[in-house]
């Protein structure tokens, strides 16, 4: 059996429009989300839920990540913004005469050049 607290995790507060409470995460595992109202609660929680992440991966016969190796990306996110902010990049791609994912794909990345170079 694997010892699931070598596995990193991240745990945030969620807003009241999220539901309140805290949410956990396993950067090893993006499918691995829990919750809990107390941090104390969501970790353990967490922990129950990466547990049968990997009994399922392991029952599908598929790779289990090693503690820290980051998981695997898909390069999709979900990320919500205010609705002029949304308007603001429609109006830019559109101008540019690109799709709004190649405009704030080249944001970020020019961002994060940036922000390295510093």
Do not use: W
């Amino acid at each position: 059996m694997r010892e699931l607290s070598k596995y990193p995790f991240e745990i945030r507060p969620l807003t009241e429009e999220e539901g309140g409470g805290y949410l956990i995460s396993f950067p090893d595992f993006s499918e691995c989300i829990s919750d809990g109202e107390t941090p104390e609660e969501a970790i353990q929680n967490g922990l129950d839920a990466l547990q049968e992440t990997i009994a399922a991966l392991e029952s599908m016969h598929l790779p289990i990540p090693e503690p820290g190796s980051g998981g695997s990306y898909s390069g999709k996110f979900i990320q919500r913004v205010p609705k002029s902010l949304h308007a603001r990049l429609a109006a830019r791609a559109k101008q540019e005469g690109v799709s709004m994912n190649s405009l704030v794909t080249s944001i970020l990345a020019e961002s994060m050049g940036k922000r390295e170079i510093a």
